[in-house]
């Protein structure tokens, strides 16, 4: 047999090290190179889905302000209040009814509010509660939103000014048809 073969079995370690590669300067700058290409490539990437994060987050920001924060619509209701109370479980705000003129000249008989908004103030509640049920007629000034958060109030409208209606024709017909009809007789004494 021939012996000219290593023997992996012995406990001799063979004597010869591995001849290492020297690099040449070309060999160098090539591997630098494409150590560079690849950290760009990666570079690239988590710039594109950061920008793509961020366009996204700003997206959600101006929507979340376009709807929640930023009134779309500001406008007058004019009627009677007829409730005002300080509702909510973690956030008390100030609720309330009117019944609005255009309700009023569009069934006689109707016997519920049909505009409810919030009020954010304590001052403005005052106000309110001073002119519910006087039977005097006022103008809400509000601003409307697309959607409520909780400390606002549950209303989307949100009431920003109440003053009396001083081009008042016609007067609160719920506070006529509760007195007593007063007979042709006696409106003739007086």
Do not use: C
């Not at 619509?73 to 009627?79: F, P």
């Not at 549950?154 to 009809?181: C, F, M």
């Amino acid at each position: 047999m021939d012996d000219n073969f290593n023997d992996y079995f012995t406990e001799e370690a063979p004597e010869e090290q591995p001849v290492q590669h020297q690099e040449t300067e070309q060999e160098r700058e090539e591997r630098e190179i494409k150590e560079a290409t690849i950290e760009r490539r990666g570079y690239t990437v988590k710039l594109v889905l950061t920008l793509i994060i961020a366009a996204m987050a700003l997206f959600l920001g101006w929507w979340i302000w376009q709807h929640y924060f930023q009134p779309y619509r500001v406008s007058q209701e004019k009627g009677w209040i007829m409730k005002v109370s300080n509702e909510g479980t973690l956030f008390k705000t100030y609720e309330g009814e009117m019944i609005s003129e255009g309700y009023i000249e569009d069934t006689l008989v109707a016997l519920h509010s049909d505009f409810q908004f919030s009020i954010p103030t304590d001052s403005l509640a005052r106000e309110a509660m001073r002119w519910q049920g006087n039977g005097q007629r006022v103008i809400l000034t509000y601003n409307e939103y697309k959607g409520n958060v909780m400390w606002r109030g549950n209303s989307r409208h949100v009431v920003t000014k109440i003053e009396a209606d001083s081009g008042l024709v016609k007067s609160n017909p719920y506070k006529e048809a509760a007195q007593p009809a007063q007979p042709a007789e006696q409106e003739a004494k007086k």
